[in-house]
């Protein structure tokens, strides 16, 4: 395990996500070069201490560990394909955000050239790197993960999940998808309250604390998923958890059903096939079965 900052590293893609990893890395006294597309955006890490690239091929040499931080998979291609032999021999490391099968084709391709290669992604926004509550996911290459886990944990909690390259952006999206919905289901109540003159500031000072309560009936709705048992005892049947009153206090507001409209066809799917009296948690049924 590389305990010290003695590896060279290179960061490619200096937007507002590969500058706060490049600034944590030079921060913790890494020598760092960086490189981006457009110029301008080294200026501040290079006063910092970074050393400059004019290109992609002059920052992958300088580095025993290349960070890649671009925009998506096609970016990185676009980067990366022209500097495969370079490339070869170095680890890369891809916190670019990409689709799990994205990010198996970019290992493949890694592993074709002879790249060691670990893919990431990353639970926090800019500022949060290196700071509490900053959450990295990882999972390809073992080896490169271990040999550079404290790197890596300058920048967050640092989690593998396996070899498998496409897991940690299995996560990342899976988490994603919750949060969305939850921020979904915020503004629906937002926009739900808004004709009685509520800001949704106020609304936020309500949602917040009720929604962060709600988090702690996860654990008991993944018990019942895992058990695959929808009829145990002490649990909200679907039927009882019928959302009509929602539906039609939304519209005498005037606004859209869209949102809770999609909750209730999950559940009415299930209560349709016979399932009224089993557990909320049996929308997972309805999910995994596309209509
Ligand atoms: P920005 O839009 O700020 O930066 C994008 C970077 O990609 C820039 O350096 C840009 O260069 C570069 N780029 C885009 N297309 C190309 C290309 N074809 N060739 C070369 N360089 C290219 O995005 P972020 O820095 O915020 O995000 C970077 C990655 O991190 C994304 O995959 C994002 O999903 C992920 N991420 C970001 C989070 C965030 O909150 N910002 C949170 C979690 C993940 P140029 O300056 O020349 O345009």
């Keep these: 395990m590389t305990s010290d900052n003695s ?3 290179s960061v490619l893609g200096l937007g507002a996500m590969g500058s706060a990893l490049a600034g944590a890395l030079v921060k913790a006294g890494y020598a760092t070069t ?16 970074a050393k400059g690239a004019d290109t992609a091929g002059e920052a992958v040499r300088a580095g025993r560990v290349v960070i890649a931080c671009l925009l998506d998979h096609a970016s990185v291609h676009e980067v990366l394909d022209p500097l495969t032999h370079e490339l070869a021999g170095r680890t890369l490391i891809n916190v670019t955000t990409t689709t799990p099968e994205q990010s198996r084709k970019l290992a493949a391709w890694a592993a074709d050239a002879g790249i060691a290669y670990l893919d990431g992604g990353i639970m926090a926004v800019p500022p949060m790197i290196g700071g509490p509550g900053s959450s990295i996911l990882y999972s390809g290459s073992a080896e490169v ?18 070899e498998d390259a496409g897991l940690a952006s299995l ?5 994603l998808a919750g949060m969305y919905v939850m921020f979904a289901g915020f503004v629906h109540g937002a926009a739900m ?3 009685a003159g509520v800001t949704a ?16 009936g996860f654990q008991g709705f993944a018990e019942v998923i895992d058990g695959g048992d929808y009829t145990v005892e002490g649990q ?6 019928d959302l009509g009153d929602i539906l039609t206090a939304s519209a005498d507001q005037g606004i859209s059903t869209e949102v809770i409209g999609m909750v209730q066809n999950l559940i009415r799917r299930q209560i349709d096939a016979g399932h009224g009296t089993e557990g909320f948690a049996r929308i997972i049924e309805s999910i995994k079965q596309p209509v």
């Design 145 to 162: 993960f271990h040999q550079y886990k404290p790197l890596l944990d300058l920048w967050g909690t640092s989690t593998y999940f396996g």
């Design 171 to 175: 996560y990342d999206l899976a988490l």
């Design 7 to 9: 590896v060279q590293v």
């Design 193 to 195: 309250v808004a004709p």
């Design 34 to 49: 960086v490189w981006n597309r457009s110029p301008g955006k080294a200026d501040g890490l290079v006063a910092q201490g």
């Design 236 to 241: 909200q049947s679907l039927a009882f958890s």
């Design 201 to 216: 500031s106020e609304f936020a000072a309500m949602a917040a604390p009720w929604l962060t309560a709600m988090t702690g």
